[in-house]
């Protein structure tokens, strides 16, 4: 219950295409969905985020959706560009329990 | 640059040896968090601290231990390392555990 299932595992894009990266989970108690963009050798660092009381979140090319009768929430990356090319985590965590729980990150490569 | 701080940036050793890993969180910030990376792999969660105190622990095997000192940095002690310890180690830095987390730029970890 406590997992966050994330796909794919690797997606290859085209530039100018749309990115689109899954996650699913299975506790409703879940309160926050951060998502996390890491570049090789770097720390993550938070792209966007989204609490369950909205349907979608936009800042910029990146969109959160928030699917929660389907316990599901996925990003979008719009106009995908080579600067995008990096690992994606998703995550959830619950107010309560301080502890976020990740998924298993998406590669993403944009070809020029 | 997340504000949150980590020496060393690279550590050499032989197994069965001990190292310390350093991380200074962000100013004002009062939780530490410590992730394990292995090679093209996910975020392994270990453990958190808040204001000096264990508040959640993750999958850290018995060999390791950290602790969280009265000026907030933290330390992560690894003893009897294995060549499967070899890895990124992450700290992160969060105001209270339900925010955002701030990652360091990370100590990798050489076993040889």
């Known amino acids: 219950q406590q997992q966050v299932k994330q796909s794919p595992q690797s997606l290859i894009v085209q530039k100018g295409g749309i990115s689109i990266i899954n996650c699913a989970y299975e506790?409703?108690?879940?309160?926050?969905f951060p998502w996390y963009q890491q570049f090789p050798g770097k720390g993550p660092a938070l792209l966007i985020a989204?609490?369950?009381d909205v349907s979608e979140k936009k800042e910029g090319r990146f969109t959160i959706s928030f699917n929660k009768s389907a316990k599901q929430f996925s990003l979008h990356i719009m106009d995908s560009q080579p600067g995008d090319s990096a690992t994606y985590f998703c995550?959830?965590?619950?107010?309560?329990?301080?502890?976020?729980?990740w998924g298993a990150g998406t590669k993403l490569i944009i070809k020029p | 640059d997340s504000g949150v701080t980590q020496t060393p940036k690279h550590l050499i050793t032989a197994t069965g040896q001990r190292v310390t890993l350093r991380c200074s969180p962000r100013?004002?910030?009062?939780?530490v968090y410590w992730y394990q990376q292995s090679l093209d792999q996910g975020l392994q969660f270990l453990i958190q601290?808040?204001?000096?105190?264990?508040?959640a622990k993750g999958n850290i095997l018995e060999r390791f231990s950290a602790q969280q000192f009265p000026d907030l940095h933290s330390e992560l002690n690894l003893s009897s390392l294995e060549l499967g310890d070899s890895a990124l180690y992450f700290c992160?830095?969060?105001?209270?555990?339900?925010?955002?987390?701030?990652f360091g730029p990370g100590t990798r970890l050489t076993v040889l």
């Open positions: 989204i609490r369950p």
């Open positions: 100013s004002g910030d009062l939780s």
């Open positions: 992160a830095s969060s105001v209270s555990g339900v925010n955002e987390q701030f």
């Open positions: 601290y808040y204001n000096g105190e264990e508040r």
């Open positions: 506790n409703t108690a879940f309160d926050y």
């Open positions: 995550a959830a965590l619950m107010d309560s329990n301080y502890q976020l729980i």
